[in-house]
């Protein structure tokens, strides 16, 4: 099976920084594509952003020009770097691959107070 581990989440003020990370462990085989979700209390889990095998990027509206995705294929290893964050991307954030499956990792509380 495969395990992701995710980290780097925490507390910040409204114009503050974070940087994200997703580790996959385990039985790989092959990874394909990673991204990010988050779900905030009361809400559906929503799409923040994905990067394909490829290379190529897509982001939320929401996030867009203010987040960034990226990953290291040699550690099988996804980041959303975060900045100019408001009180509004206040929520969990899971990260996910593409296998032979979809995986989800924990979770990590990202917190963004005024």
């Known amino acids: 099976q495969v395990q992701l581990v995710e980290s780097g989440g925490g507390l910040v003020q409204a114009g503050g920084s974070l940087r994200l990370s997703c580790a996959a462990t385990?039985?790989?085989?092959?990874?394909?594509?990673m991204g990010w979700h988050r779900q905030a209390p009361g809400k559906e889990r929503e799409l923040v952003a994905d990067?394909?095998?490829?290379?190529?990027?897509n982001y939320a509206d929401s996030v867009k020009g203010r987040f960034t995705i990226s990953r290291d294929t040699a550690n099988n290893t996804v980041y959303l770097q975060m900045n100019s964050l408001k009180p509004e991307d206040t929520a969990v954030y899971y990260c996910?691959?593409?296998?032979?499956?979809?995986?989800w990792g924990q979770g990590t509380q990202v917190t963004v107070s005024s």
């Open positions: 996910w691959t593409s296998t032979l499956r979809l995986y």
């Open positions: 990067i394909t095998t490829g290379g190529s990027t």
């Open positions: 385990g039985s790989i085989f092959s990874i394909g594509a």
